[in-house]
């Protein structure tokens, strides 16, 4: 199994940047596909964005430009990098993980493992 423990969350004004961690264990990312997922009060859970075992990247269009996903093999964690940030990125954001190489495409049931959730709060 897979274990992943998100970390960074926080509260920052609009505008602010904050970088998320998710630390992986049980299997190397290069044999996976990381997400992040969000999900604010009252919504369903949406995807963020993705980086495949082969480097290969999706952006949702809401954090097209702001965020940024990147992965440090050696420490089996993945990143994501908020800049911009809006009140509307407040959400508890999710990390997530599911075999393959290049699954960048694979729709939220797909992923086989899930993080606790970190909470991203951003003030007007």
């Known amino acids: 199994q897979v274990q992943l423990v998100e970390s960074g969350g926080g509260s920052v004004q609009a505008g602010g940047s904050l970088r998320l961690s998710c630390a992986a264990s049980g299997r190397p990312l290069s044999t996976m596909t990381m997400a992040w997922f969000r999900q604010a009060p009252g919504k369903e859970r949406e995807f963020v964005t993705a980086i495949s075992g082969r480097g290969f990247t999706r952006y949702a269009d809401s954090v097209k430009g702001r965020f940024t996903i990147s992965r440090d093999n050696a420490k089996n964690t993945v990143y994501v990098e908020m800049n911009t940030l809006k009140p509307e990125d407040t959400a508890v954001y999710y990390c997530?993980?599911?075999?393959?190489?290049?699954?960048?495409?694979?729709?939220?049931?797909?992923?086989?493992?899930w993080g606790q959730g970190t909470q991203v709060t951003v003030s007007s």
């Open positions: 997530a993980a599911r075999p393959g190489y290049d699954s960048i495409w694979a729709r939220r049931s797909e992923y086989d493992s």
